[in-house]
């Protein structure tokens, strides 16, 4: 029976698609690579997530891991929505081929999208790529060596659990996968330290009424906390910019990309264009925040205290945001991103704290706070700054630890207004809360008349301690009903000078004393102090008369004292002794006075101490630019030109696989082409019979002269023959007939060259002794255009005579040259 050929066909297919499984099959056995297959029941559960996990394969030396999964900081707890740097690297000289990184919620396995947690975020993308057949997971982009990648990792919404990121590697044809140890980082979800916030914004708030905040921007970016390439001469924070706002507005993200007012801010620290963009989502906004530029940026609290500023939120625009630039820097800034104030119990949060680190507003490359302007085409994302950006960056750090928060943002709840309905109870801080601010705000305006808020109190009007008056004002911004007078909008109250108040110490809060600093003496006799700041100044402005530092004496080893030696205070360290990895440092100090006995002195005046640098082979190749092109090889025509550069990076920093010299065409003007000719060919035959005549011989024009090459040479070269006499006869009587025939030839020869000179045939017949001739053929086409050439005609017998001799019946040729103008 004969089959269907759409069996046939299908058949076939199969049979392709076996072949093509062997094949992938024996590909994959032959690199090493060895799975360990779930349940099959599992696998038809995945529909196309992870089904297929990879097991740990080969042994391991115990007490040696080099290969390591990190997670920038190594915190154990992650922040729910807070992005992280992971990377995945093998210590020297271990190296890795591929790899594949994934995030589970802990005790899933995979199968399902749900197990899931957080997102990958690609860095570089020749590095890294999602996996085809595993969307959430990271893999290789190309197999190749390497010893380092690294991912952003954005951590799942509150309430998601603990986390497990986990990494396998293949190296050598080997793949290593580890449940616990050093490929695995188990994380959990960070506890909120104010109970009350979201962690993220609700995408509906519950609350009810109205709250009033205050913000509060303390930094901390000085040349004590941040001291590497800190600018002592332009340090500033830009003016703060913000809004109370919606959902539907995003003032920034991370992830996002930068408005055209959130580079302005970052780039140049101006708000103007932000204020505008904030002000143009008119109903999504409720609040415009404002606060003034810091100068420089960091200053004693009891010297300058810190910017505040205030603003209201309500049911649908409960998010506050603000930023604010840290300069000079390439587009670093710090700030809140759509920091939810409505709790999950329809509440308002009475007060949060944030630490901030700078981010990058993804608008400007540069690496250090002074770096000229190179702006990032195409533009990025924003992104946090991390402790492993750049070995040039102030915030670098080659263990990949957390960078020190360069701020700190206080935000509180100072009143609420109208009905609140939050699930909890008020606490006693809420209820004192708003009890002070409605006995604060206690006034009589009518509810028709719109003010601002009031202006702070200006400075009394007594710098002694006789009583003046200090001032505050508002604005009156609308009049809803003209038949209700609106009241005052200046208020006075009573003050003295400075230092008068008996009451004027409580006014003022101070921090904790922080901790004596060390002895100012090694041996015997010396002092200490101590410090502290205002963290509240007086309501009446005044300079708080607290003291913030205190002295006392102090004594170091009693026992010394009789033989003891002054010493200068230590040195600064030494650079590190090596330029990566492992080194040591000293620093030194000097006997300023010897022991009264003579003895030697017994302090020490050395000290080492071990530094570390940059991992080497993090390090990249450290080239000089490149130099300028060489001359072409060729003087014309087509030729090659190279630059070169240097290695800078010392040899014991390893192998650098960069390039040094680079090669590339170049092309000059045309060469010039001389006119090229062929042999010359033989010698023709001599075009006489007897007596004197000539030969000639010629040559072709092979190729002709371009681009002012020499021209071309003669093609024609002519020369004498002489053959043989004629013979005359024996008798005179036959001379004299000898001699007419030879005049009559001659004769016939000289009009036969006119005739061939001026173009015509000849038809006359050349008699010759003995013989009867045939006229001259035409002349043949000349051999060549220019440059050249040869004609030929020919003369042949027609009747022979019984008395003819044979010379003179001979065919006859004759040969001249032809267009001999050049081409």
């Not at 890294?128 to 290789?140: D, K």
């Not at 670098?396 to 935000?411: C, H, K, Q, S």
Request: with cysteine; proline share 7%.
């Amino acid at each position: 029976q004969t089959l269907d050929p759409l069996i046939i066909r299908r058949a076939g297919i199969f049979l392709c698609i076996l072949l093509l499984q062997c094949f992938i099959s024996t590909a994959l056995c032959n690199a090493g690579f060895a799975f360990t297959e779930e349940p099959s029941e599992r696998a038809g559960k995945s529909d196309g997530y992870c089904g297929r996990i990879l097991r740990a394969q080969g042994t391991r030396k115990e007490g040696y891991n080099e290969f390591r999964l990190r997670v920038e900081g190594d915190p154990e707890n992650y922040q729910p929505g807070s992005t992280y740097r992971v990377t995945l690297y093998a210590s020297s000289p271990a190296y890795f081929r591929g790899f594949t990184l994934i995030a589970l919620r802990e005790g899933r396995e995979g199968d399902k999208e749900e197990d899931y947690a957080g997102n990958f975020q690609i860095i570089d993308e020749e590095d890294t790529q999602f996996m085809i057949n595993c969307p959430p997971a990271v893999t290789e982009s190309t197999p190749r060596r390497r010893t380092r990648i690294q991912v952003f990792w954005t951590a799942p919404p509150s309430a998601s659990g603990c986390v497990t990121l986990k990494a396998s590697i293949v190296q050598k044809r080997i793949i290593y996968f580890q449940d616990e140890g050093s490929l695995t980082k188990r994380m959990c979800e960070k506890e909120s330290l104010y109970g009350e916030t979201t962690e993220k914004p609700l995408l509906d708030c519950c609350a009810c009424g109205t709250a009033k905040y205050r913000v509060t921007f303390h930094g901390n970016w000085s040349e004590k906390v941040h001291p590497k390439d800190y600018p002592r001469r332009a340090n500033h924070w830009s003016a703060i910019i913000g809004a109370s706002h919606s959902k539907n507005y995003v003032l920034w993200e991370y992830g996002g990309y930068a408005s055209e007012g959130i580079k302005k801010v970052a780039e140049l620290g101006s708000p103007v264009s932000m204020e505008e963009e904030i002000r143009q989502k008119g109903d999504d906004v409720l609040t415009v925040i404002k606060m003034k530029a810091q100068w420089p940026a960091w200053q004693p609290l009891n010297v300058r205290a810190a910017p505040s500023a205030e603003f209201s939120v309500d049911r649908t625009r409960h998010l506050m945001s603000f930023l604010t630039m840290l300069g000079p820097s390439p587009d670093w800034n710090v700030g809140l991103s759509a920091e939810d104030l409505c709790t999950k119990e329809c509440g308002w949060a009475q007060r949060v704290v944030q630490d901030m680190i700078p981010w990058d507003a993804g608008t400007d490359n540069g690496v250090t706070y002074e770096s000229p302007n190179k702006p990032t085409v195409p533009q990025e994302k924003i992104r946090p700054l991390t402790s492993l950006d750049h070995p040039q960056s102030p915030f670098y750090d080659p263990e990949g630890g957390a960078i020190t928060p360069v701020a700190r943002v206080v935000v509180e709840r100072i009143a609420r207004k109208g009905e609140q309905c939050n699930v909890v109870p008020d606490n006693v801080d809420d209820i004192v809360a708003d009890i002070a601010q409605e006995e604060k705000e206690e006034d009589d305006t009518p509810e028709t008349c719109i003010y601002s808020n009031w202006s702070p109190w200006s400075a009394c009007s007594s710098a002694t301690c006789d009583k003046g008056k200090r001032m505050r004002q508002r604005m009156l911004k609308a009049q809803l009903d003209l038949s209700v007078p609106c009241p005052h909008t200046q208020d006075f109250e009573p003050c003295m000078g400075p230092g008068c108040s008996d009451e004027e110490g409580s006014t003022c809060t101070m921090s904790e004393w922080i901790t004596w600093s060390p002895c100012s003496m090694s041996c015997g006799m010396g002092l200490r102090s101590r410090e502290r700041y205002v963290k509240q100044f007086p309501d009446d402005g005044s300079v708080c008369t607290l003291p913030t530092e205190e002295n006392e004496k102090c004594t170091v080893n009693e026992e010394c004292t009789p033989n003891s030696c002054l010493v200068t205070e230590w040195g600064e360290w030494d650079s590190c002794s090596a330029t990566c990895g492992l080194g040591m440092k000293r620093r030194e100090r000097m006997v300023k006075m010897p022991p009264p006995d003579g003895s030697i002195c017994g302090a020490e005046v050395l000290e080492v101490e071990k530094c570390m640098m940059p991992e080497c082979h993090t390090i990249p190749c450290m080239l000089s630019p490149w130099s300028d092109w060489s001359d072409c090889s060729v003087t014309c025509g087509k030729g090659m030109r190279t630059r070169q550069r240097m290695l800078k990076s010392p040899v014991e920093l390893g192998e650098c696989t960069e390039d040094l010299e680079q090669v590339e065409k170049c092309m000059l003007p045309e060469c010039p082409t001389d006119c090229m000719v062929s042999e010359w060919t033989e010698w023709s035959e001599c075009n006489k019979s007897c007596g004197k005549g000539h030969m000639i011989r010629t040559r072709m024009v092979k190729l002709e002269p371009q681009f002012g090459g020499d021209s071309c040479p003669e093609t024609v070269q002519r020369k004498k023959c002489k053959i043989r006499k004629c013979n005359r006869g024996g008798g005179q009587g036959q001379v004299n007939s000898d001699e007419k025939k030879r005049r009559k030839e001659a004769r016939e020869k000289r009009r036969s060259k006119q005739g061939g000179r001026q173009g015509e045939e000849t038809t006359s017949t050349a008699e010759h002794p003995g013989c009867k001739m045939r006229p001259w053929s035409s002349w043949t086409d000349c051999t060549k255009l220019c440059g050249g050439g040869i004609q030929e005609r020919l003369m042949t017998a027609k009747r022979r005579l019984k008395s003819a001799q044979l010379p003179s019946c001979k065919d006859r040729k004759e040969i001249r040259a032809c267009n001999v103008h050049p081409c």
